[in-house]
C-alpha cells in the first residue's frame, strides 16, 4: 500500500487549495480513503473520508461546509478541496486507509488507528 499526498501550499485566509491522494500498490476502488491532519505536538484530528465507491462520506464539524472529499477510481486518487480557509486548518494534512477503512466510514468514525498513511503535505494559511 502506497499513498503520496500532495498538493499543500500557502494560502491566504478565505482561499482554496486542492490536495490529491495518488495510490498504488492495492485495488484502490475496494478501499475508502480517509483525511487526517495533524500539526507537531498536537493530536491527530480526523477531517473526512469517502467511501471506497465515493458514493458516502463524511466530516469532522470544524470542516463541514468548506471542503469536500471526491475520489477518481479510475486515476487511483483521492482529492480534498478546501475552501474558505482559515488560519487554524494550519497543519499537515495525510490520506490513509486500510482494510477496516470503508466500515468505520460507514459509522461516521475515524480510526486513529488506521494501518497505511501516506506522507504528509503541509497547508499554511497565516493568521
Known amino acids: 500500500f502506497q499513498l503520496q499526498a500532495s498538493g499543500g501550499g500557502l494560502v491566504q485566509p478565505g482561499g482554496s487549495l486542492r490536495l490529491s491522494c495518488a495510490a498504488s500498490?492495492?485495488?484502490?476502488?475496494?478501499?475508502?480513503i480517509v483525511w487526517f491532519r495533524q500539526a507537531p505536538g498536537k493530536q491527530r484530528e480526523g477531517v473526512g473520508c469517502?467511501?471506497?465507491?465515493?458514493?458516502?462520506?463524511f466530516y469532522a464539524d470544524s470542516v463541514k461546509g468548506r471542503f469536500t472529499i471526491s475520489r477518481e477510481n479510475a486515476e487511483n486518487t483521492a482529492y480534498l478541496r478546501m475552501n474558505s480557509l482559515k488560519p487554524e486548518d494550519t497543519t499537515t494534512y495525510y490520506c490513509?486507509?486500510?482494510?477496516?477503512?470503508?466500515?468505520?466510514?460507514?459509522?461516521?468514525?475515524?480510526?486513529?488507528?488506521?494501518?497505511?498513511w501516506g506522507n504528509g503535505t503541509q497547508v499554511t494559511s497565516p493568521a
Open positions: 490513509a486507509t486500510d482494510h477496516k477503512a470503508d466500515y468505520y466510514c460507514s459509522a461516521l468514525r475515524f480510526n486513529f488507528d488506521t494501518t497505511y
Open positions: 500498490g492495492f485495488t484502490f476502488d475496494d478501499y475508502a
Open positions: 469517502i467511501s471506497s465507491t465515493g458514493g458516502s462520506g
